[in-house]
């Protein structure tokens, strides 16, 4: 696998565009990704039962229709909780979308057409710009790096930096490329939260294939991160495979499929951890990997109550090397396991250090903790001597910038 | 029932002292009630995996002990973490403490002595001083309501105030107090927190009475209050009943049943709400009331979930009328309920305003929201449409100062 500069348009016969229709005040906030043949496609979405309009849109078009060709994605605006209204405006993006698309020449109708949205709660989309932007936004689309990042960032909301990521792998005698982009920031918490995730492929799967893949992928990489524990209403992960690779078509038996598999979390956990590094005044990335426990389930519950503890968040913004934090997260887990068998360890560029060994606190230099714990970029080991099972986890601090974005993130 | 000024020794035959040993720097930090008689008792504890020494001393002590005669207490060092030093600490403390109230002619054995911590978590408890303020704290017990402030005071952490509370009731003809004093500030949580609560009364009700009502007045209570989240190694709540008001014993066949079980549940709430409004870095009281949902356990989980979720917080903290993130917390807090039938109202002493109608958004008037939202206390009202369910539940928002106090609370 080689990791190339790119994103949503690296695979071949995807093409893509953002432009700026006026739902946000000056940035870009409409994107438009299409593939010149019909795709396969799976989608991942959020288990809030208060879902937004183009989540049930995306939802049904995954459970009843064969292929798509495009995803249309607007930022500013959630439609969630929209009532009613918030289900026509839906359908009415995907029917301009086709419509826009067929004008120049790509043939599509308004169900080959995914719809995310994501920004403010609780207010109509402002579709008079959103009907403008549409008729505009596909007549440039392109397949260059340039395209992709324009798409990257009309999805973004209060994202600091676009999510992009791309990946060549060989199947067969073909190169295949897997790319992405995503948007995060707040509400990001395991089982999906703001987030938005998209994939495109030129690989050959089965609609059944990719969506087994998809679910187990979200598993080791959305589902891992956490930045406030908010699951929002408009969570979505979509994947796109068009087969334009010409490689043979993969599945569980193909001689490559672990390859492209590996690949394929590769790309998901990229983005996962670019959406927590950007998490909403976070300092600091933090990666809290739990090794010896029951099992992976396990291990992954105690890896995740660690990066979702406000305290232990709290703490690591102090850079306080408050171990007792995350023991106390990892006893509220759920996670089965013996406190008196567990070891803690921080590590960062400036080395490591144990702070708790088989359940007895380790005196230790709380100077060089501070020097390792001040790094952006800090890892906590824990250690619980219970089985084989290991997860990793990944969440940002708790910082004051956190409340200010979120004190007042309407105006 | 009858509002009180006073606190633990408010019912007859206890007493109480508290005082400086020096784990805090200057501030009291060692509390001990007494009863003249062996009471009958009852503990409701953390559901930690990881729990302190002196949890796992009481809950011994509950299952195992008849009666017991006192209750001490030490803030400024949790004793949690602190492997097989900490259980040997917790039982130096209970037996200095027997010694200590023997020698001032109350005869006591360790196992009649519950113990409680609170404070930083994985050090080991400073025995030598907390070994000589015991040996002090006995000299100077008072059944008098300065002897109350006092143990309240010394079972603060980062409170700011002392929450204290005492009713009285008739049962039969003899007049029947209860009393009680919490600390609580961070980490409070549904499910307990670090908040530790003690509860007397001159009642008399059977060991296997009381351990029932309390656990029914756990659930809404303290189980209805989130600060943070985060759910700690030491939350404790314990009730004395010495039965000395000479009254007849109650239990669920008495007369007076309900009147005892409406007031013992009062002082639970008084003090878990005091808790909430001094939630670190609280700058608002929050109530959150749910009806119309399912069940009453459906009722309690959303208005659990709308108070614990760090972005409604962080809107109440900007005084934002954001209510799409209240019916987001609903959406993914387990009960089921139809998204498209709640309604949503804010309301405080500046008057109420409708935001959501039958799952439609109401335009209002934002500067009418903001003039309700920007008081220090704020209800929102959850109508749901589904069943008779209700329930109530209390929190703060998140400000800046959380943030500050618990990005480096071991300093």
Redesign the interface.
């Known amino acids: 696998m080689k990791i190339l500069e790119g994103g949503i348009t690296a695979a071949t016969g995807f093409s893509a565009n953002g432009i700026a229709c006026g739902l946000k005040k000056r940035k870009k906030d409409l994107a438009l990704v299409v593939s010149e043949q019909p795709c396969s496609f799976a989608g991942a979405f959020t288990?809030?039962?208060?879902?937004a309009a183009p989540v049930s849109w995306d939802q049904d078009l995954v459970k009843n229709q064969k292929t798509v060709k495009a995803i249309l994605i607007n930022s500013g605006n959630?439609n969630?909780?929209?009532?009613?209204q918030g289900i026509r405006d839906t359908h009415s993006m995907a029917s301009l979308a086709a419509a826009s698309l067929t004008s120049v020449d790509i043939p599509t109708t308004e169900r080959e057409v995914l719809v995310c949205s994501t920004g403010?709660?609780?207010?109509?989309l402002p579709m008079e710009k959103v009907e403008k932007g549409i008729a505009k936004i596909a007549k440039d689309l392109k397949a260059d790096r340039e395209a992709a990042q324009k798409a990257a960032q009309a999805i973004c909301t209060t994202d600091t930096f676009t999510k992009e990521v791309a990946v060549e792998l060989m199947i067969g005698d073909k190169p295949v490329r897997i790319g992405g982009m995503a948007k995060g920031s707040?509400?990001i918490h395991p089982n999906m939260a703001t987030m938005l995730s998209f994939i495109t492929t030129d690989a050959s799967l089965s609609k059944e294939s990719l969506q087994a893949l998809l679910g187990e992928s979200v598993i080791d990489s959305y589902n891992m991160i956490s930045v406030?524990?908010?699951?929002?209403?408009n969570d979505t992960v979509l994947v796109l495979a068009n087969a334009m690779s010409g490689s043979p078509q993969l599945d569980e038996q193909s001689p490559d499929w672990e390859s492209f598999k590996e690949a394929f979390l590769f790309v998901h956990t990229a983005l996962a951890k670019a959406i927590v590094r950007d998490g909403e005044g976070a300092g600091k990335f933090i990666e809290v990997t739990v090794t010896g426990a029951l099992d992976k389930a396990s291990a992954q519950a105690l890896a995740r109550s660690v990066v979702s503890?406000?305290?232990v968040k709290?703490?690591f913004?102090?850079s306080?090397a408050?171990?007792?934090?995350i023991?106390?997260?990892?006893?509220?887990s759920g996670a089965?396991?013996d406190?008196?068998k567990v070891s803690l360890s921080f590590k960062s560029e400036k080395g490591s250090i144990e702070?708790?060994s088989g359940?007895?606190?380790v005196g230790f230099d709380e100077k060089r903790a501070k020097t390792i714990l001040l790094e952006r970029e800090v890892e906590v080991h824990a250690k619980v001597g219970e089985g084989n099972g290991s997860g990793t986890a990944w969440g940002c601090d708790?910082?004051?910038e956190?409340?200010?974005?979120?004190?007042?993130?309407?105006?």
Chains 1, 2 share one sequence.
């Open positions: 288990t809030n039962l208060v879902k959630a969630a909780c929209t009532g009613d403010i709660i609780g207010l109509p707040g509400m406030d524990g908010d699951t929002s209403t503890s406000s305290l709290a703490a913004f102090g306080d408050n171990w007792g934090r023991l106390c997260a990892m006893g509220y089965e396991f406190p008196a702070v708790l359940g007895q606190p708790l910082s004051y956190y409340v200010r974005i979120n004190g007042d993130y309407r105006s």
